[in-house]
């Protein structure tokens, strides 16, 4: 059969105009969506948020409020290492769409943060003040973490403490038997850090987790249920996103 070149062309001209669009749709819905969540933290009197001094970056931040906020109502989170709380006010105001709870779990003495040792409570206390209704300040090494801090199942952990080995692997360690079938844990640093990789990596090897997504330096994991075939909930964006170079 003889091909029409003109044909050719404007096949290769659909598929090209179909991509370009898809493309378009894509970024369309990112923006929307990020315009209302600038919208929401306003409306919680958190828009100077950005202006809070953190190591997480504002696609990780994005991310961290969307897994919040993706959370069955009235969820209860963890975060372990909230510095000067820039992450608690994203995952608390995705927590206060769903009337969720969350607690923050810091020595807020600056351990293992590269500006030294200096106590940043206060600074903390300031930064979340506007959703303070909804966090409870856990003030203590995450190592110490007993049942009567935590006293319900969680649905989401975000950790981002000490990023030694033995470190990040006992906070999962410890966190795993609080979190539902189908509950989301967060890791920061998981790719700059061999610690928390290899922690990633092991936890994925073990069977008990799946992995649920990844941006920039934060990847996140999904508990599988015990009978492996359902979960707990849903979460809004599983995919895994391209690994930009840009990340801190």
């Given at each position: ?11 290769i ?15 369309s819905?990112?923006?929307l ?10 409306s919680l ?6 202006k809070i ?10 991310t961290?409020?969307?897994l919040a ?10 975060e ?12 608390g105001?995705?927590l ?5 709870k969350l ?7 600056n351990?293992t943060?590269p500006?030294?040792?200096?106590d ?6 300031k930064?979340t ?8 300040p ?6 110490n ?29 410890i ?12 890791l ?11 922690t ?11 992995l649920?997504?990844n ?29 930009s170079?840009?990340?801190?």
């Open positions: 059969m003889k091909l029409n070149p003109f044909k050719n062309l404007l096949r001209f659909v598929y090209k105009a179909m991509g370009f669009t898809a493309f378009s749709i894509k970024k819905s990112y923006w969506e990020t315009i209302q969540m600038k919208a929401y933290l306003k009197h958190l828009n100077n948020v950005g001094f953190s190591y997480t970056t504002p696609e990780e931040l994005r961290l409020f969307i906020r993706s959370c069955p109502a009235n969820s209860t989170a963890l372990i290492g909230s510095h000067l709380g820039a992450s608690a006010c994203y995952i105001a995705g206060n769409w769903i009337d969720g607690l923050c779990v810091d020595t807020w003495q351990d943060v500006e030294g040792a200096r940043t409570f206060d600074e903390f206390k930064n003040s506007a959703i303070n209704n909804l966090i409870t856990i003030r203590k090494r995450s190592e973490l007993t049942s009567t801090d935590i006293l319900t199942m969680l649905h989401l952990v975000f950790i981002d403490g000490d990023h030694s080995y033995a470190a990040a692997k006992k906070d999962l360690e966190i795993t038997p609080w979190v539902v079938d189908g509950g989301i844990v967060a920061h640093d998981s790719i700059f850090f061999e610690g928390v990789s290899k990633l990596g092991e936890a994925l090897a073990s069977g008990d987790w799946q649920a997504g941006i920039q330096n934060l990847t996140w994991l999904r508990k599988v249920s015990k009978n492996r075939t359902e979960f707990a909930f849903k979460i809004e964006q599983p995919k895994i996103v391209e690994i170079n840009s990340a801190r």
